[in-house]
Structures are given as C-alpha cells and as structure tokens.
C-alpha cells in the first residue's frame, strides 16, 4: 500500500536555486513545505568518474497525488541534466502535520 503523504529528496547546485525551486513548488501547492540544507558535498559517479559537489538539500513534504506534478515541475525548472528526485513514504507522523500536508496540496492535486 502506498503512503499517502512523502518526502522528496532534489539536491540543487546552490542556495539561490534551492530557494527558487521551493518557493515554485509550495506555490503551485506541489508541496506543504520544503526545508533547505545547506553545506551538502555530494560524491557520486558521472560521465566516467567520480565527482564531488557542493550541493544544496531540498526535503520536500507532499502527497502522492501531487507527486507526479511536482516531480515534472521540478525536471523542467531544475537547472541540472539529471536531477536527484527521489520520493520516500511517510510511514508514521504526527496525525495534525500529516493532514496538513495534505491539506496544503489538496487544491492543486485537485486540478491535475
């Protein structure tokens, strides 16, 4: 069974960007909220060797009925070729903050 509620992972290349993406996606009403760490180094494997970045951490919280809108907007704003989105089920919360999440996304999963 499919958790209604989900925390997206999307590392970003910089603060400003973190910021622009986030603010887009609570805007559209993607997502509830979305909290920005600072001072990632990402090492991973990429065209042939391993590389090492400064990134910045998007923790989006939102629902599976918006996933899929938030996710495309989230590729077409996002500045990398390959952008890290990865959704994890919300297995246990607080019951008032899982319902707000899904209250805050309610209205655009609504129009999708």
């Not at 290349?13 to 805007?27: G, H, I, K, M």
């Not at 919300?90 to 609504?110: C, K």
Request: charged share 25%; net charge negative.
């Amino acid at each position: 069974m499919d958790a209604e509620q989900l925390v997206v992972l999307c590392t970003c290349p910089d603060a400003e960007t973190a910021r622009r993406l986030a603010s887009e996606v609570v805007d559209r009403r993607l997502a509830a909220c979305v909290n920005i760490v600072p001072g990632l180094t990402s090492v991973f494997y990429w065209e042939g060797g391993v590389q090492s970045e400064s990134e910045t951490l998007l923790v989006i919280k939102t629902t599976a009925a918006a996933y899929g809108a938030l996710e495309a907007r989230l590729v077409e704003c996002h500045p990398y070729e390959l952008p890290e989105v990865i959704a994890v089920p919300i297995v246990r919360g607080l019951p008032g903050f899982l319902e707000w999440i899904g209250e805050e996304t309610r209205h655009r999963a609504s129009e999708e």
